[in-house]
C-alpha cells in the first residue's frame, strides 16, 4: 500500500458568497472584499478568513438583508471590472499577433520579400487616415494598425511559424488517415542537384481525401534506384511514417525508379518494412496515348477553322479582344491551337465559355 495519500479535492459552493463573501476565480475561492484566495477552498479556510479579517462585515451589512445582497453585488461588480482590466490589453494584442502572422502568409503565399511587410503597414496606416477621418473610434484603429508587428525579422519569424504549424498539420494527416498514397518524380535544379519531389494522397476513415506536397528530398550523389530507396525510406523513419499504411506508389517510367531488380520500386518490394503495394507509372503519358487513338477531328476541325480565322489578321483579333471585353466573358482571348502538345486541346474549354 502506498503511503502517499491521494490529495482530497474541494469544490466551491455557491452559498459561501452571501455567507462569506468568497467567489470562484478560475476554480480559486477569492475574496471579494479584499481580493485575497485561500490555498484549500474548503469551508472552515473560507470561514476563517472572513471572520478573522472582516468580522465588521456582517455587523455593517447583517446576514438576510437587502444591503448585504448590493454590496456583495457591487463587490463583485468591482472584481469583473478589475479583471476585464488586464483581459482586454491581452485580447488586443493577440489580435495584433494573429493579423501580423494572415499579412506574413499573403506575403509569403505571393513570394514577396519579407521587408514588404512594411511597405503594408504604411499603406494600412495612409488608408485608414482616409477611411476613418471622421470615425468616433479612429483613434483606436489607428492604435490597433500600429500595434502589428510588421517588421522583416518579425515577418520571417511569422512564415517560419506557419510552416512549421503546416509540416505538423500534414505529419498529424498522415498518423490518422486510413490509407495514402505517395508519387515521386526526380528532377534537377540549377545548382546541377538531383531533387526528389515526392506528393502523397491520404485517405480518412470518412472517406474524404487530402492530397498534398509531402516532401523535397536531394539526391547529392547518384540518382539509382536504390539511392532513391534510401533517401525515401531515410525520410519515412526519420518522421515516424506509418508505412504499414502505404498502397501506392506512383513513379515516372525512367529505369532508376521501375526497373526488375534494382528499380526504386524493386526495393521497395524487397523491404519486409514496406507493405505489399501497388505500382503506376507513365500515367500522363497513356493519357496522351488515348488523346492520339480517340477521334476528335469533328470537333477539333471547326474550332480550329474558327480560331485560325479570328487571330489571322490583326484587326479581326483586337476587335474579338474588344467585344470579349464587352461580354464580360470569362477569358479575355484565345489561344492558338497546335499539334505539338496534345494538353493544348484542355482549350477546347475556353473556346466552349466565350463562344
Known amino acids: 500500500m502506498s503511503a502517499a495519500k491521494k490529495r ?6 455557491q452559498e459561501w458568497e452571501t ?14 472584499i479584499c481580493g485575497a484566495s485561500v490555498s484549500v477552498g474548503k469551508r472552515s479556510n473560507v470561514e476563517r478568513h472572513f471572520t478573522t479579517i472582516h468580522g465588521n462585515f456582517s455587523r455593517d451589512f447583517p446576514m438576510g438583508t437587502n444591503l448585504r445582497k448590493e454590496k456583495i453585488k457591487e463587490l463583485k461588480s468591482a472584481l469583473q471590472r478589475q479583471q476585464c482590466l488586464f483581459t482586454k490589453p ?30 503594408v503597414k504604411e499603406a494600412m496606416t495612409a488608408a485608414a487616415e482616409t477611411l476613418f477621418v471622421d470615425h468616433k473610434s479612429k483613434t483606436e484603429i489607428m492604435s490597433a494598425i500600429g500595434d502589428v508587428q510588421l517588421g522583416a525579422n ?22 490518422r488517415c486510413k490509407w495514402f498514397s505517395i508519387q515521386c518524380d526526380e528532377s534537377v535544379d540549377a545548382s ?15 472517406f474524404s481525401t487530402k492530397e498534398e506536397f509531402l516532401t523535397l528530398l536531394p539526391l547529392k550523389t547518384t540518382t539509382r534506384g536504390v539511392d532513391i530507396y534510401n533517401v525515401v525510406k531515410g525520410y519515412f523513419v526519420d518522421k515516424k511514417v506509418p508505412i504499414e ?3 501506392s ?17 524493386a526495393h521497395c518490394k524487397k523491404d519486409p518494412d514496406f507493405p505489399k503495394i501497388l505500382n503506376y507509372h507513365c500515367i500522363i503519358h497513356q493519357q496522351a496515348i488515348c488523346a492520339k487513338v480517340l477521334d476528335f477531328n469533328h470537333i477539333m476541325g471547326p474550332v480550329v477553322k474558327i480560331i485560325n480565322s479570328i487571330r489571322a489578321k490583326a484587326k479581326q483579333h483586337r476587335c ?3 467585344f470579349l471585353e464587352e461580354c464580360a466573358a470569362e477569358y479575355g482571348d484565345l489561344l492558338l491551337h497546335t499539334d505539338i502538345r496534345w494538353l493544348s486541346r484542355g482549350h477546347l474549354k475556353q473556346f466552349e465559355d466565350v463562344s
Do not use: W
Open 154 to 175: 518579425t515577418v520571417a519569424r511569422r512564415v517560419t511559424a506557419l510552416s512549421e504549424d503546416a509540416v505538423g498539420q500534414l505529419d498529424s494527416d498522415i498518423q
Open 249 to 265: 506508389i506512383t513513379t515516372d517510367g525512367a529505369p532508376a525508379m521501375t526497373g526488375r531488380h534494382s528499380g526504386f520500386i
Open 8 to 13: 482530497k479535492s474541494y469544490n466551491f459552493h
Open 192 to 206: 546541377d542537384t538531383a531533387q526528389l519531389a515526392v506528393f502523397v494522397r491520404m485517405v480518412f476513415e470518412d
Open 320 to 322: 474579338f479582344k474588344v
Open 90 to 119: 491581452t485580447k488586443k494584442a493577440n489580435a495584433a499577433t494573429e493579423a501580423s502572422f494572415k499579412v506574413a502568409h499573403i506575403l509569403a503565399k505571393h513570394k514577396k520579400p519579407f521587408t514588404d511587410g512594411a511597405v
Open 19 to 32: 455567507e462569506f463573501c468568497f467567489t470562484n476565480v478560475n476554480d480559486k475561492c477569492v475574496c471579494l
Open 245 to 247: 499504411k502505404l498502397v
